[in-house]
């Protein structure tokens, strides 16, 4: 009987006689243990695999929606409004989620010093430290996959950019707005950044990668907050907490890291480290944040794939924005000024229509039929009046096109460059502008 309790426990050497650790580090373990608790109950994906998470999810938004609305009425007055995001009482860097954080540090701070008082015998917390390491673990790969596979499949920023953005000032974008244009300009880069995120995720899966899969989450994650932070994005709380996590992971090797990195001396092996000190129970666990994050993968990718196609409906052959260049009304060229008979842009957003917009802001739209074989295009208006317009198209140079015909009773000419932002592929010789040679 003995011999088989021992066979069904993991071999590791005994918690008693492990080496104790520093007063500092017990209190940050003690911390940051009670903080992410409270974190993680309204922050982590992984609540949802708790029994009636409904229920309990809405029991916990009225119970911090009372305690926030309190203190705000009653200490804070700060005059925001405040208010629950998706329904949920979550941190945030809305007003309630702001407020939110400061309450579960203060209640993270009294229970450390409860805990701190009650337990100052305790030297070391080597297996709750293992749990606390599987609840970062499982919360921070189903955040990571979930964005990571957003990139992986270029939606998070859309790529290309709608043709609505890109027709707006570059000075009345936001910050946020621009980062996601310029991101989702590149769907390549968005993809090979969803795949390093992506990797991380995977990695964090098995006890032996944990460590390499913390540094390349918290690389990720650093580049995500300071970009969140710069660029206005409003999620800074939320992702510098999934730094934080990252970290976390990383710490207990960071010693042995610097010994490697910096101090140029042999490092010895980490130990392997169960969750549970039963055999069974441990690989039960293990086993459930393989296959559970596996299955996350997987519908992620066909939630991802079918909202992909949502963004991208079929397209006409000219679709995008095209810049006019020049424009010639019955034989008069009509100068980019304020003309109110100069067009800007010519749009195909989508089949059987085209927008032209003029420089004083109008937009007019016409039916179309595009005969790309005989290289015409007839316009036909919404309302009564002018006969359909039937327009050739010649190319004389790659992403441009001139369209020649009689339009609203003119003889018009107008050559039109396709926006570069959407139409320049990747080049890998640059040739500068002879002004700037």
Known sequence: MESTIVEDRVREPDPESAAPWSPATRVAFRFFFCYFCLFLVSNSPLVTLLPFHGFLMAKHAALWTAVVGGLEKHLLHTGYELYLTEGEAAVSNTAFGTILCFCYLAIAAVATAAWSALDRRRLQYRRFHQVFRYLLRFSLALTMISYGVLKVIPTQMISPPPLGLLTQPVGDLTRMRLLWISTGASPAYETLVGCAELLGAVLLLLPRTTLLGGLLCAANLSMVFVLNMCYDVHVKLYSFHLLVMALLLVAP?????????????????????????????????????????????????????????????????????????????????????????????????????????????????????????????????????????????????????????????????????????????????????????
Not at 392 to 397: G, K, N, R, Y
């Open 253 to 437: 090797d960071a010693p042995r890291l610097a010994n490697l990195f910096l101090f140029n001396r042999a490092t010895d092996p980490s130990p392997a480290l169960p969750v549970a000190s039963n055999r069974w129970v441990n690989r039960g666990l293990q086993a459930l944040l393989l296959a559970f994050c596996l299955f996350k993968i997987g519908a992620e990718f066909q939630e991802t794939w079918a909202r992909y196609k949502t963004f991208h409906p079929p397209r006409p052959p000219l679709y995008g924005i095209w810049n006019v260049e020049a424009l010639t009304l019955d034989g008069r060229e009509v100068p980019a000024t304020d003309d109110p008979a100069r067009w800007r842009w010519v749009g195909f957003f989508r089949p059987g229509a085209v927008t032209i917009k003029h420089a004083l802001g109008s937009n007019q739209t016409y039916a179309l039929d595009l005969d790309l074989k005989n290289r015409t295009m007839i316009l036909r208006g919404k309302a009564p009046g002018p006969p359909p317009a039937r327009l050739s198209i010649t190319a004389p140079e790659d992403g441009a096109m001139i369209l020649e015909g009689v339009l609203n009773g003119h003889a018009t000419r107008a050559k039109l460059r396709k926006m570069a932002l959407i139409s320049r592929p990747f080049h890998w010789m640059f040739e500068a502008p002879k002004e700037d040679r």
